[in-house]
């Protein structure tokens, strides 16, 4: 998959990592969850977490920027230094292979809601969790869940 700046990247270089996949949005109240996945990122990294940012413009047009653009808005706005990944489809037609994978790996295999919905993968590769957009980085379930699978080896 191409990262943010068109740069190739595979998903199997994440192999034995804790994976939070996120599909983002510039534009989104929910935006300043920006701040808590970089939080998490970083206090985890050394323990072997990778956030994962999916930009998507599929909820209300609310990241309608080109790459160049949203890599501007998160570094200068809110310090991302996680991945982020060229701009893909998360739901209808024209989903990207990972999310329509991702989506079918959860119990109730529903297309996602909104921007900032997180799934949560283990070292396995598999699907531990799926998270409402609502769910905040910091919501203790969310970290619980983080943490559970970062101790699992």
Not at 34 to 60: C, I, T, W
Not at 124 to 146: C, F, S
Request: proline letters at 5%.
């Amino acid at each position: 998959m191409p990262n943010i700046d068109g740069k190739e990247t595979a998903l199997k270089d994440y192999k034995g990592k804790v994976l939070v996949v996120v599909n983002v949005a510039s534009k989104c109240g929910m935006t300043p969850q920006y701040e808590g996945l970089e939080a998490m990122y970083r206090k985890y990294k050394a323990q072997g977490l990778v956030v994962l940012g999916f930009p998507a413009n599929e909820f209300g047009g609310q990241e309608p920027g080109t790459n160049a653009e949203i890599k501007e808005f998160c570094t200068g706005k809110y310090n991302v230094t996680f991945p982020m990944f060229s701009k893909i489809v998360v739901k209808g037609d024209g989903i990207h292979p990972l999310y329509k994978w991702l989506t079918e790996q959860t119990e109730n295999k529903a297309e996602i809601e909104w921007n900032f919905a997180k799934f949560v993968v283990g070292r396995d590769g598999k699907v531990v969790a799926r998270y409402h957009p609502r769910t905040t980085p910091n919501d203790a379930t969310l970290v619980a869940t983080v943490e559970r699978a970062l101790a699992a080896k």
